[in-house]
């Protein structure tokens, strides 16, 4: 019998597998990306599959759309 996975396990499995970044929540103003998931302890409620991009500062996020 395999192991059983983590929700943290599951969720990136997922993500990996439907070519998402990691995770975001626009109202929290929160990202974070594959490899480092859920590295917070908020409610991951609203956190919706997300893409990386590179926002008007230079910063490597995670937002909605391909390319922010």
């Known amino acids: 019998m395999a192991a059983a996975l983590s929700v ?25 990306f594959l490899g480092d998931l859920m590295p917070c302890d908020c409610c991951l409620c609203n956190c919706q599959g997300g893409y990386a991009f590179i926002d008007s500062e230079g910063d ?5 759309k391909r390319g922010g």
């Open 60 to 64: 490597r996020r995670i937002g909605g």
């Open 8 to 32: 943290k396990e599951i969720v990136e499995q997922y993500l990996e597998a439907h070519g998402f970044d990691g995770l975001y929540d626009d109202d929290a103003d929160c990202g974070c």
